[in-house]
């Protein structure tokens, strides 16, 4: 009787704590940077896309929501020629980001992607594409990579030696 | 022809402040029961949620009537008006303030014993018509369980009753006007309480509607406003069990400075909240430990009351 006259006192104390509910529309949830949100498709620091459509990504989808076509530019560089991810599929496992060799692919912080109608799910690339870098400032695939493209040949990237003379004696 | 206008606003008053007082109830208890979890609860509807009935209102009324086919039709459609009806009928002989009842009956306590014993029908025959394992379960311990915390129920208000001399309520309140029967009657007061949570089939003693073990017990088959009706038969029931704790033990309308009715609402409200924080605390009893709890600590403790009382009263002549 004791214990439970205690508990209902303990119970009553609680209509004085602070509320844990975050009332959401008004009040934003924390969600933190590495949040498993919208898919983005970011571009490198110069500018251009970071996507060099190697398909790694829609290989690596468990639910098979990414679609795209690879291409090439003039200059060489390899590019998406559509790019375009079911998000009513989508389980935002984040596995297209761990497979994406040059981090053009990125999981953003934002969930609030509600629709009407099922058809607007569908994200293509200039709803993917964003101006700027994501999580990573600093990175160009181009200008790491071996690959020769217009401007750039072999052996100009950074930290790259020029290529070895395999027909000379020479060390 | 002026005292029949003012009976007739007084029982359609009760009627109408009843059941909207059952009504605000369904959004009080989410909200109280959500203020000592340390949530917010309903509270979008209108200021701090207080339209939050209309829509469960709406949604209740357009909600489909179905009738499973293998009920018994009559008797489904008609336990749900049994369980309101007789609580209904219960509040006739409440006394609100001094003049204010509908039936101001010599025997007003034995009919509110009556009438909710009669209230064990509208569930006993809701679990049997509804033809569903679930429901017939929660009928079954329904029955049983009412007609077990009835008796020392009703013992314990022969307490008051051997105080007050009288069944009459109104009789009952003005014979608190020293000392409200609280203090010489603790412990009918606790357990009537007791009895009321198990009449009123709150968490406790919620075994006949158990939610995590019969789906929702002897209304699992009901829905639209029949459930609905189930529904607010059990907070109308609260606020009875909770206007009968005031009337018999806390001095009913009986307080300093304020009108007698704000006293009885606000000494009503008090226990209704009581109600809820019990809700908010307790997990439900086993069956057996509720039958051992009726039969063997309450019944007894209710008789050593009694003869006690009596003893007291021949004693001091």
Known sequence: ?171 | MNEVAISLLIVFGVLIGVVSIAAILTMVERRLLALFQDRHGPNRVGPFGIFQIIPDMIKLFTKEDWVPPFAQREIFVLAPAVTMVTVLLSFAVVPFAPGIAVADLNIGLLFFLAMSSLGVYGVVLGGWASNSKYSLIGALRASAQMLSYEVFMGFALMGVVAIAGSFNLSAIVEAQRRVWFCIPQFIGFVTFMIAGLAETRRTPFDLPDAESELVAGYHAEYSGMKFGMFFVGEYMGVTLISMMIVTLYFGGWLGPLLPPLVWFFLKTFFFIAMFILVRATLPRYRYDQLMSLGWKVMLPVVLLNLVATGGVILALG
């Open chain 1, 1 to 171: 009787m004791l214990s439970v006259l205690k508990g209902m006192w303990m119970v009553f104390l609680h209509a004085f704590r602070p509320r844990v509910t975050i009332q959401y529309p008004e009040q934003k949830p924390y969600l933190p940077p590495r949040y498993r949100g919208r898919i983005i498709l970011s571009r490198d620091p110069d500018g251009g896309e970071r996507c060099v459509a190697c398909y790694l990504c829609a290989v690596a989808c468990p639910v098979d929501c990414i679609s795209l076509q690879a291409t090439e530019d003039e200059s060489g560089r390899r590019y998406p020629e559509f790019f375009r991810i079911n998000f009513s599929r989508c389980i935002f496992c984040g596995y297209c980001e761990e497979a994406c060799p040059t981090y053009a692919i990125q999981l953003t912080p934002d969930f609030e992607m509600s629709e009407y109608r099922r058809q607007n799910m569908v994200y293509e690339k200039e709803d993917l594409l964003i101006s700027g870098t994501g999580k990573y400032h600093d990175y160009n695939f181009y200008r790491v990579a071996g690959l020769a493209i217009a401007g750039k040949d072999k052996g100009e990237a950074e930290n790259e030696l020029p290529p070895v003379d395999i027909h000379s004696l020479m060390p």
